[in-house]
């Protein structure tokens, strides 16, 4: 079963086509991996992937919903977590999980269960009312992916969730996202972290706004004679003509 269809989906800014007609899927429980350089145009897909950007044409069914005519939909239905902004730093741990889950649209008594399921699991009961900016940063990132998937979405947007932590944390983190696929919740992720493109079921790589490589890790090494997929990245990348994304 896919729980995204893309086909010949575009966005354009003015004159300037940040992605440029990419048509792929991503079948439930897998882990796809959307890499690009900066300027490639992952983030800008990925925004509209998760309802947050008007398509200018093409079409994409997220999680069985149309980002162009349910946007509102596309958002109940999927997780989402990013480096940049995942946690309030000025809540506490328990105030994080409820201000999320109510965004979600999960009742109450539902939430105040599955908050000291989540906190006994993650072995954070004597954290519950930590302001959230006083954890390590390995810790917000656990915190931020579970309460990313509080609400058992059908996928989880993950873009560059492994930023600036270390390589023990981010291997438990990986370790974390295993979970979450064998319970049934697809995982779409962005990085810059070439080992972790090893990780995923299937890879693709955004050139200037369009997908110039999709296979799993080991046929896309297969295919560019690439010991590794850092070989495979920068075979593909050093063809962009454009900087920023």
């Known amino acids: 079963m896919k729980v995204i269809e893309v086909e010949n989906l575009v966005k354009r800014f003015g004159s300037f086509t940040a992605v440029d007609h990419i ?16 300027g490639a145009g992952k983030t800008t897909a990925m925004r509209m992937l998760c309802g947050l950007s008007k398509p200018t044409s093409g079409t994409g069914v997220v999680a069985g919903f149309d980002i162009r005519k349910n946007p509102e939909q596309v958002k109940k239905n999927i997780g989402y977590m990013s480096q940049k902004f995942s946690l309030y730093n000025d809540l506490k741990v328990w105030e994080n999980i409820r201000l999320f889950a109510g965004i979600y649209g999960m009742p109450d008594k539902e939430i105040a269960r599955k908050t000291d399921e989540l906190l006994a699991r993650l072995h954070f009961e004597s954290e519950r009312n930590t302001l959230v900016k006083s954890l390590p940063l390995g810790w917000k990132q656990k ?3 579970s309460v990313s998937i509080f609400h058992n979405p059908k996928i989880v947007f993950l873009d560059e969730p492994t930023g600036g932590v270390d390589p023990v944390t981010r291997r438990q983190f990986w370790e974390m996202i295993y979970e979450a696929t064998a319970s049934g919740i697809t995982v779409f992720v962005t990085t810059h972290y070439m080992d972790e493109a090893e990780y995923c079921n299937r890879v693709s790589i955004m050139v200037d706004g369009r997908i110039d490589a999709l296979d799993s890790p080991q046929n896309l090494k ?24």
Not at 23 to 38: D, K, Q, R
Not at 222 to 245: P, S, T, W
């Open 23 to 38: 048509t792929f899927s991503v079948e439930e429980g897998e882990i796809f991996g959307f890499l690009g350089a900066n």
């Open 143 to 145: 915190l931020a992916f």
């Open 222 to 245: 297969k295919q560019y004679e690439a010991g590794n997929m850092d070989e495979v990245f920068h075979h593909l990348a050093r063809k962009a003509k454009r900087k920023g994304d």
